[in-house]
């Protein structure tokens, strides 16, 4: 079982940017993918970048493309998100989420969660 804790929200003005980090634990981290997804007040959870087990595929929403930008460092048991350009309806709490499904819709994960960071952009 993974294990996954956020960290790096907070309030950042419009067209800011913000680090968002997920840490893993567990020896099998490295076969899952892993992402971000996000909820707003009132809205549903919505995936907003994953990256794939073998670190070089990537998916990000329609939303996010050229704005946001997800790593992860294998050494570290990290997923990163980078956020530039921020926007007030980025605001929401942001999850990391892992799994190891595979096929065309690997990205959208279920398997572990983190219990989530708070991102606030003020206009």
């Known amino acids: 079982q993974v294990r996954l804790v956020e960290s790096g929200g907070g309030l950042v003005q419009a067209g800011g940017s913000l680090r968002l980090s997920c840490a893993a634990s567990g020896r099998t981290f490295n076969s899952y993918s892993v992402g971000w997804f996000r909820q707003a007040p009132g809205k549903e959870r919505e995936i907003v970048a994953a990256i794939h087990w073998n670190g070089i595929i990537t998916y990000y929403s329609d939303s996010v493309k050229g704005r946001f930008t997800i790593s992860r460092d294998i050494a570290k048991n990290t997923v990163s998100l980078q956020m530039n350009s921020l926007k007030p309806e980025d605001t929401a709490v942001y999850y990391c989420?892992?799994?190891?499904?595979?096929?065309?819709?690997?990205?959208?994960?279920?398997?572990?969660w983190g219990q989530g960071t708070q991102v606030a952009v003020s206009s």
């Open positions: 989420a892992a799994d190891r499904r595979s096929g065309s819709n690997w990205y959208l994960l279920n398997n572990a």
